[in-house]
């Protein structure tokens, strides 16, 4: 009986020596490149898991991903008005500089002063006149475009004020002109960090004729304000943007909100968006850096099941680095549905 038993695995082990040789070898390139596209995936993989918060699961940081992420799809009744969320964030969050240079244009108006102003205009209208906006010629609304890809530097931008303003400072009488001029670069300086937005804002502001940027800080006020609120009662919301209707209308154009969509709704929801976006201002930060890393992730996981995918384990022979774990995929499934909303 021992031997019969000894024979049939003998037999059996065999059969699988012979059917392993059957199989094929995987080219040494796809190999090479599967295994290297694992060893940067595990580098990334580490590195979100550094970065990951038990923050990012919190209902209400996922409600602000949510309306984000309705935004981002022009999903139901945010369809076309990501842009103007985004011009209407950044134009609260760099209200500071904005009434800076306000306030600089309207208390300082010496000669060279104001042609310093008019190089600034002249230099914004070549940039972003062209194509800064597209006109709706049905409702004659602005509704706002990416710029052409490298019509715009910050670098160009900050050289050329600067030149500028050295030429300009020493034709000033005063010191305190000259400090006035300087901060009020400095302000200039600190809307082209937001990459061609803040500036783009400044621009259209101008080009409305909409000095009082006063508005922004009501707007300021009332996301402050519902910080501490439930910010999924758009009733209240809409409530806020009835009573302040005005202020919402004098900035409808400048952000692009198409004339279909001047609604207490829709600003409503504008408004949603900037307090939630307030509210989870560092969350945010921190989840966007994780997005940045899984952004690569993913093209090197797609690297690795692609090439898994062409080798079936009962067909080739398969090392064993294409039978390991993909490190960080637990990471990248809880937020894959976020990767292309920022």
Known sequence: MLKKIVSFLNQDISTLTQNNSQKEDISENSINIHNQALSEAKILASIAKTIDNPNFQQSDFKFYLQIKSLFARNKESYQGLETSAELLRLAVKAQGNFLKIEQTELRYRSTKQQEYYEFVLNFL?????????????ENNQIVAKKRQENKYSPEEFKQQIRTKLEEIKPTIKTEQ??????DYTESLEGL????????????????????????????????????????????????????????????????????????????????QYLALSKKHEQTREQFIKLIQVL????????????????????????????????????IYENYQQYINIF
Not at 177 to 182: D, S, Y
Not at 201 to 219: A, Q
Not at 295 to 308: A, E, L, M
Not at 309 to 326: G, V
């Open 192 to 271: 082209a960090e937001e990459k061609d937005i803040g500036l783009k804002l400044l621009y259209l502001f101008k080009k409305f004729n909409l000095t009082d940027f006063s508005v922004l800080r009501v707007i300021s006020d009332m996301v402050t304000y519902l910080q501490d609120k439930n910010m999924q009662n758009m009733k209240a919301m809409q409530d806020l943007v009835v009573k302040n209707e005005d202020v919402f209308i004098k900035l409808g154009r400048i952000i692009g909100v198409p004339k279909t969509k001047e609604t207490p709704d829709t600003y409503a929801r504008l408004l």
């Open 125 to 137: 209208g070549e940039k972003f006149g062209d194509d800064d906006n597209n006109n709706d010629l």
């Open 295 to 330: 952004k690569p992730w993913q093209g090197f996981y797609r690297t690795i099941t692609d090439i898994r995918e062409q080798y079936s384990a009962n067909q080739y022979n398969l090392p064993e680095e294409f039978t390991q774990e993909i490190p960080g995929l637990s």
């Open 177 to 182: 002109g000259r400090e006035a001029l300087e």
